[in-house]
């Protein structure tokens, strides 16, 4: 520290007296000298270092942060939708379905039910399955007899329900012959038939229908040898009629098992009914 007065080094820290103003001299300290007496004031020496260290963590944590924003990959903007991009199948179907072909009246209905491009509506689901089930659409026979079982945009009705999906399983539907086992087991819309069930199980089975398997298993555990000798005869009397169609896929929807696939309308060969 120098003098300000004769420059003498010969400096020391001074004490405040009773009649200063301290806020006046905020962030100063009084000092005098030795040699000339003088007392003036100086910025004190811990403000200069905390000013000192406030910059220095002020430049770290810019270093820093430029090299998060260096490293940082660039956001990616998707482009704006145009307006043939927007729905495109909702507006092909509804275009499609004009024609009256089953296969676009079928797409039409899964188009209103849970996870399809138009807001659920089980009257349309109903409506579109009833014209492409009534053209021979397995698919669409099998879950119009669901929307019945369940009662979804119709009344509930155990027979129709019965009476559609066993249409399905005879095309070789596996999701139809399972359900239609179901219904023989429980005699739920038809006459209850434990050899009938144990057939339609055992020819969802076989087609890799897991619940199948499970559902053959469980009503053999009702039936005597007998009884399951005679299903297994009737499950291997059922001949498929190859299809002329491609692969059919199957879609699972959330809504009460219902399933989305395009089925082939060729008829297959029915079993022939057990003895009652």
């Known amino acids: 520290m120098i003098c300000t007065r004769c420059e003498s080094?010969?400096?020391r820290r001074s004490s405040w007296k009773k009649n200063e103003d301290h806020m006046s001299h905020f962030l100063y300290a009084p000092y005098r000298c030795r040699d000339c007496k003088h007392r003036f004031f100086k910025l004190s020496g811990s403000f200069k270092l905390s000013v000192i260290a406030s910059l220095g963590l002020l430049a770290s944590v810019g270093f820093f942060v430029t090299i998060y924003l260096l490293s940082k990959p660039d956001p990616v903007i998707p482009s704006p939708l145009i307006a043939h991009e927007i729905k495109p199948s909702r507006i092909l179907?509804?275009?499609k379905v004009k024609q009256g072909k089953a296969d676009d009246q079928y797409a039409a209905?899964?188009?209103?039910?849970?996870g399809g491009d138009a807001s659920v509506n089980y009257q349309e689901v109903l409506k579109w399955f009833d014209l492409a089930a009534k053209q021979g659409h397995a698919g669409a026979e099998f879950n119009l007899g669901l929307l019945y079982r369940n009662g979804r945009g119709v009344l509930q009705d155990f027979t129709a329900a019965a009476q559609w999906?066993?249409?399905a399983a005879h095309k070789g539907y596996p999701e139809a012959q399972y359900q239609l086992g179901t219904f023989y087991k429980t005699g739920e819309g038809i006459?209850?038939?434990l050899?009938?069930?144990?057939?339609?199980?055992?020819?969802?089975?076989?087609q890799g229908y897991e619940p199948g398997i499970s559902g053959r298993d469980n009503v053999a555990n009702l039936m005597n040898a007998d009884q399951i000798l005679k299903a297994q005869t009737l499950s291997r009397n059922f001949k498929l009629t190859p299809s002329n169609?491609?692969?059919?896929?199957?879609?699972?929807?959330n809504d009460e098992n219902?399933?989305?696939?395009?089925s082939p309308d060729t008829s297959l060969k029915q079993p022939p009914q057990p003895e009652r």
């Open 93 to 95: 179907i509804l275009e």
């Open 191 to 193: 006459q209850r038939d």
């Open 165 to 167: 999906i066993e249409k």
């Open 258 to 262: 219902l399933v989305k696939k395009n």
């Open 109 to 114: 209905g899964l188009m209103y039910m849970p």
């Open 245 to 253: 169609h491609g692969e059919d896929k199957t879609l699972g929807v």
């Open 195 to 206: 050899t009938q069930a144990y057939v339609w199980y055992n020819l969802a089975a076989a």
């Open 9 to 11: 080094m010969n400096v």
